[in-house]
């Protein structure tokens, strides 16, 4: 039996760009399905189509058991979509915004008051609920229309992109909702640039480029394709890259990489920490000095590179009404693995 998301050949052309050029999608009842791609890989054109807001040129496709080209409007009733449906009333308040939303879809006055006072303070809007949202900046446009989303929990969900531009913050509470409504049964489709975030909220992952899936899988299948966790050095001078790459190449599982310019290699490990402190010894007995040692998880960069050869094209289409500043690589933690031990370890070899 398809999924609750399924999709079969989706082709849709602009012009000379192949947005989608063949995609399969099938996303089992109650899952959450994670399209990781960079910028123009397809992604929102794929949410347009399956959400009936676009039709494709060729292929087909059913939500919740309907056929999106057949019944583009029984399937609206059976949605949820982050950015579209909820527009946000300027001349309303947050709060009135919300329960609006709650007596759309038939709640009672109290029950619509009470999810709304919820997601308030949940997307930390609490202080600002009975202001008009024309008086709100960017960031809190932007959580006030994720929370509209999120007024009902409705079988099928989609949401592209959902936590570009959100501080860390409101990117767990968001998280944390997710959670909750995949919990009671929804199925969610979720597009994103970070494999971070797929890895946290995703039990499939689908990688688009061009058009075209190009891997799927879990997390833990792709990070493994991409040959796991990185040792990244910084090494204190420039004629130290090659000593420092031999001893990298010693410990890796995978090609190393050099980028000149920031005198930074990394390689592809496995081993972890234990792992890092032999290749502080190993450098430090080579007589490598080193301004920065730390292993990260692999990013979508990785996992690009890995499949395609190259890296994702740069992601240079800015995140509006970003607040945070957040929306680039460091987004969902990429940062995380290297911080204190890359700190720790680097006092120890001077
Ligand atoms: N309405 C449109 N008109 C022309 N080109 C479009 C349109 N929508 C998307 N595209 C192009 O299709 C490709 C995929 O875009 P999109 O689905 O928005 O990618 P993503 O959401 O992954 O960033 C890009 O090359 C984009 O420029
Ligand atoms: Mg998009």
Not at 21 to 42: F, K, Y
Not at 280 to 291: A, F, H, P, Q, Y
Request: charged residues 25%; hydrophobic residues 40%; glycine residues 14%.
């Amino acid at each position: 039996m398809p999924g609750a998301i399924y999709a079969e050949g989706l082709v849709k052309t602009f012009g000379d760009v192949r947005a989608l050029d063949g995609v399969d999608l099938d996303v089992p009842e109650g899952t959450v399905l994670g399209m990781l791609g960079p910028n123009g890989a397809g992604k929102t054109t794929a949410v347009r189509v399956l959400t009936t807001l676009l039709r494709p040129d060729r292929g087909t496709a059913t939500v919740a058991g309907i056929d999106v080209l057949a019944h583009p409007d029984r399937v609206r009733h059976s949605i949820g979509l982050s950015g579209q449906f909820a527009a946000v009333d300027e001349y309303l308040t947050g709060r009135e915004n919300l329960m609006m939303v709650g007596q759309l879809y038939q709640m009672s006055g109290r029950d619509a008051k009470r999810r709304a006072g919820e997601l308030l303070e949940r997307f930390n809007l609490s202080d600002a609920a009975d202001r008009t949202a024309k008086t709100y900046s960017g960031g809190m446009r932007r959580r006030l229309d994720l929370a509209a989303a999120l007024v009902v929990s409705p079988p099928v969900m989609f949401m592209d992109e959902p936590t570009t531009g959100l501080d860390p913050r409101n990117r767990q509470a968001l998280w944390d909702v997710i959670q909750e409504l995949v919990a009671g049964g929804t199925t969610l489709l979720l597009t994103t640039q970070y494999l971070e975030e797929a890895d946290r909220l995703a039990h499939d992952i689908c990688v688009v480029d061009h058009g075209k899936v190009i891997a799927r899988g879990t997390s833990d299948q792709l990070k493994a394709r991409t040959g796991g966790e990185r040792v990244e050095v910084v090494v204190h001078a420039p004629e130290h890259l090659s000593v420092a790459d031999e001893v990298l190449r010693g410990f890796g599982k995978g090609e190393s990489t050099i980028e000149e310019h920031t005198r930074k290699l990394t390689v592809p490990v496995a081993g972890g920490a234990k792992l890092l402190a032999e290749v502080i010894r190993e450098l430090d007995t080579r007589g490598v000095e080193i301004d920065d040692i730390g292993l990260r998880r692999p990013t979508l960069d990785d996992v690009f590179i890995s499949l395609t050869g190259h890296a994702a094209e740069a992601a240079d289409e800015s995140a509006a009404g970003d607040e945070s500043g957040a929306g680039g690589s460091g987004g969902a933690g990429g940062a995380k693995g290297r911080g204190a031990a890359g700190g720790r370890q680097k006092e120890a070899v001077k």
